[in-house]
């Protein structure tokens, strides 16, 4: 699971989690990446969070006819298929990544310090935006 920080071009800020970096990077490349606040394509990671190992740049694609359900859809899909840690995001990242926990895709939250420990120690982590219904936007 990899998870950063994002933000979008009218500055909201937000965070979005993946399988992998090559998720993210698909899922940027056909701008199914969005901001749960405004909809908007234009996300890119903060200059803070993360570096990704193999950064995938986004290319311009078209978005797909719906691509706000599409998102809502993918992530909804890793949280039914991924086990919530909550605030041991770290640590369990840690302990699957050094074996010590069954290889699995977990979810949890996890601060920006975290994130940047888990990635110098190899443990790829990814932030995706949120899924939110539509009535809690603003
Ligand atoms: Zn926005």
Same mark, same amino acid.
């Given at each position: ?78 949280? @039914? ?17 050094? @074996? ?39």
């Amino acid at each position: 699971m990899i998870i950063f920080d994002l933000t979008c071009s009218a500055d909201h800020r937000f965070e979005g989690w993946f399988r992998s970096a090559e998720d993210f990077g698909q899922q940027e490349a056909d701008g199914m990446v969005l901001c749960p606040y405004c909809g908007s394509h234009e996300v890119k990671r903060l200059p803070s969070a993360v570096h990704l190992a193999s950064p995938t740049p986004a290319v311009g694609r078209p978005p797909e006819s719906d691509p706000l359900a599409a998102a809502r859809a993918f992530i909804e899909d890793m949280i @039914r298929h991924s086990e919530d840690v909550g605030t041991a995001f770290a640590d369990e990242a840690r302990r699957i990544h050094y @074996r010590e926990s069954p290889e699995r895709t977990i979810r949890g939250v996890a601060t920006a310090d975290d994130c940047a420990a888990l990635q110098e120690e190899g443990i790829d982590v990814l932030r995706l935006p949120r899924p939110k219904k539509r009535e809690e936007l603003n």
